[in-house]
């Protein structure tokens, strides 16, 4: 979802050098199969305003991409015919298969998307090289009974950090299953966090006077099932319930129990965007919302997706914004925007609220922040197209887009004692200086945004 031109000669490069680095792909058959086969076709359906995106979103898609006046999904030709019917203006294109290519390493590449067994695995082993400042811990289970895997990093103990009242943050990817930079980008913060303890000044401050929570997959069934053998994903969105109709999945991203079922959110357990039978009716966003409830000092959430380039604040289930109609405290809007401005400076992405996107209901910083009024971001990472690796962009780009995205990460660690203090006092030196990483200085610069 986004508006932004594509790059064509770009594109094709990064396409066809990694697509060339694979077994050439073998594409699902159209078939009735509810799960593999479920995207054939990508369907461009014109539409130029948050109200129509937000139709769109309400006929039960999840709209995977938005430009100034249209926006594409993934989905079936049939799906084609039901947006004509409404109304749109829509044509179905057959798939690429590259859209669903994994573009993994060749032996001389160094980066590759992460498997789930390997993110559990890198999340021990630093629990094991630094046992003073990480624990691995369990967030729950899930669908398929498997265990949801977290690590707490904190120079303090638990009685430490509870006694000192230390600020909680927590930082989640992966609700979405094919979204894999959002999981990748957590597992290198952590390591981030952990390997520069003690010889970064800042990183240090910050990992002694916080606890930070880093949970690299919350829909660990839907990775799995994304991620088959590493090289070609099915393109799949949701957690793995088995439905009542014989259909798989709900969105967890539509699950959570604020403002549930009021708009931008289905009923047809098919749909890629149904939120289930009930508000956290899911054992993944009932791990969620046990957590943080259990977690009276968290102050600051992050959730990563893909793909699109985005800072997103709530509200997400109205237009509304923040403190109108009594919802959410007016005083906090204008930290949201100032802490989405201050973070596209870095990463140079589009801050903005939510449901200028469109409006969906039951997202997890909807939830976070109308129920507890945690400051809660969605980034939506890069691409910003699905003719530039969507959903399953290169390997190559794992780095940069960390790298991107470390400075809004550390911004929003830094301001979790107090986010509401970005108003009123400057960013500290090391994320408004350009020093290299790891020489950060402790003290407070005079540069301001
Ligand atoms: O639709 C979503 O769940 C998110 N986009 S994604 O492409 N990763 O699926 C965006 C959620 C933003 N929240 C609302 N618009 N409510
Ligand atoms: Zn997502």
Redesign the pocket.
Known sequence: ?KSITLKPALLGLIISSSVASVAAPVFPSPGNSRTSSHVTHVIEVKAKTAAERSRI?DLGF???ELRSDAVYIFGKARDADTLRRAGFRATATPAKSEWFTIPQAVEAMAARFTSLTEVETQLQDLATRFPNIVEVQTLGRTNENRVTKMVRISGKSPAQAEAAKLPVIFYMGC??AR?HL?VEVPLRFAKHLVENYGRDADVTRLVDSREIYIAPIINPDGHAYDYTNGIRGRMW?KNRRRNNDGTYGV?L??NYGYQWNTG?SSSTPSSD?YMGTAPFSEPESQNVRDFVNSQPRMTTLLSL????E?I?YP???SNDSIGQNGRGNPADLPVFEKMARDMAQWNKYKPQQ??D?????G?T??WAYGEHGIFAF?F?LSPTSMWDGGFYPSPARIEPVFEANLKPLMYLLEFSDNPRRVLTQRAPSFLTSPAKRGVAAASFSDVQF
């Open positions: 979802m979103v999840a709209i995977d609700h979405h979204e959002s969105r969105d991203n539509r931008g965007v997706h893909t793909f699109s985005l997103l509200w997400g289930w939510s449901s996107l469109y409006i969906a209901s997202d910083t909807d969605t939506e």
